[in-house]
Nanobody, 118 residues
């Protein structure tokens, strides 16, 4: 079965950095677009960044220039490098595997908490 396991969250001071990892299993990782979402308390889940199978990337405006998404197909892992973190980046971060078509399902990881606070 498909599994996505996030790691790397934690507590960091404003201006600090964290790198999130999402290890996938049960899929041919290289053929799928992958994304990172986040959900802050009382807010809707939002797409933060995604990376396609051909490594094209895109970011929500609020993180562009601070966050970098990347993937290592040999390790079936997608990363989110987060720099210059702000308190408003505090959220639970989720990894997502995008379905390629209507015959497939999206899959989500369990989430990892990121807290930016002094």
């Amino acid at each position: 079965q498909v599994q996505l396991v996030e790691s790397g969250g934690g507590l960091v001071q404003p201006g600090g950095s964290l790198r999130l990892s999402c290890a996938a299993s049960g899929i041919i990782f290289s053929i799928y677009a992958m994304g990172w979402y986040r959900q802050a308390p009382g807010k809707q889940r939002e797409l933060v960044a995604y990376i396609t199978s051909s490594r094209m990337t895109n970011y929500v405006d609020s993180v562009r220039g601070r966050f970098t998404i990347s993937r290592d197909n040999r390790k079936s892992t997608v990363y989110l490098q987060m720099n210059s973190l702000k308190p408003e980046d505090t959220a639970v971060y989720y990894c997502k595997k995008f379905a390629r078509n209507g015959d497939e399902d999206d899959y989500w990881g369990q989430g990892t908490q990121v807290t930016v606070s002094s």
